[in-house]
Nanobody, 124 residues
Framework: QVQLAESGGGLVQAGGSLRLSCVAS????????MGWFRQAPGKERDFIAA???????SYADSVKGRFTISRDNAKNTVSLQMNSLQPEDTAVYYC??????????????????WGQGTQVTVSS
């Protein structure tokens, strides 16, 4: 298990951009598959984007072309660049990690570690 901490959330107008970051503890970050999920009040936690230990990426259809996930193993970080934000993107965004994950993981139950979440609010 790795300790994760998200940052970068905030309030932004529709059409604007935010960059979320997730910093991991420890020295084994490079062997973790990483993902971003989001959850709005009363809703289930939804898959947004993931990046494998081999740097393969995958995105939910709702964010494809607008969001970009990346990782920097030297800095133990995974980031989510969010462009063209819309009010429906409003949610708490969570960083997640899966130790020894070789591929892309799409469901929350596949992940071992979670951050505390960071609020993203998009106003119209």
């Amino acid at each position: 298990q790795v300790q994760l901490a998200e940052s970068g959330g905030g309030l932004v107008q529709a059409g604007g951009s935010l960059r979320l970051s997730c910093v991991a503890s420890g020295r084994t970050f490079s062997i973790y598959g990483m993902g971003w999920f989001r959850q709005a009040p009363g809703k289930e936690r939804d898959f947004i984007a993931a990046i494998s230990r081999s740097f393969s990426t995958s995105y939910a259809d709702s964010v494809k072309g607008r969001f970009t996930i990346s990782r920097d193993n030297a800095k133990n970080t995974v980031s989510l660049q969010m462009n063209s934000l819309q009010p429906e993107d409003t949610a708490v965004y969570y960083c997640a990690g899966k130790r020894t994950g070789w591929g892309i993981h799409y469901i929350p139950a596949d992940y071992d570690s979670w951050g505390q979440g960071t609020q993203v609010t998009v106003s119209s």
